[in-house]
């Protein structure tokens, strides 16, 4: 045997070893992405039942939403009404009701002062009738 074939011997020998080193964590590599591909497999299958009960509560949500809308609008309509209805009634009535409260007011405001004045002339004449 001539050193050259020697050193095939030792060269083929280490390639076997350098294989055989690398097939063990190739091997856990095959492994770890058959685990992955099952983990996958049964996410897609329960995916599936959440999906189903996620559309299901969208619809609902929207029925709801729909309802939310009418609800809405007519309020909407309510609101403009009763602006409508105070525009008409401060127009018609609003004016006549201030005059009536100004009068009403001047009325109780110069009943106090006369019988203030009826008071005070009173106190002023008992107070000559008793000297």
Do not use: C, W
Not at 21 to 27: H, K
Not at 40 to 68: C, M, W, Y
């Amino acid at each position: 045997m001539s050193p050259g074939q020697i050193a095939a011997l030792v060269a083929a020998g280490a390639f076997v070893l350098l294989v055989l080193l690398l097939a063990i964590p190739l091997i856990k590599l095959g492994r770890t992405l058959d685990e992955a591909t099952i983990a996958i497999r049964k996410a897609h299958q329960n995916s599936d039942p959440l999906f189903t009960g996620a559309n299901a509560t969208i619809t609902h949500v929207n029925t709801q939403l729909e309802r939310v809308d009418g609800i809405t609008a007519n309020a909407r309509a309510v609101t403009g009404n009763v602006s409508a209805l105070t525009s008409l009634f401060t127009a018609t009535l609003g004016g006549p009701l201030v005059k009536a409260a100004a009068l009403s007011y001047g009325v109780s405001k110069a009943i106090r002062a006369r019988r203030a004045t009826k008071e005070i002339a009173s106190k002023h004449t008992r107070r000559r009738g008793r000297r």
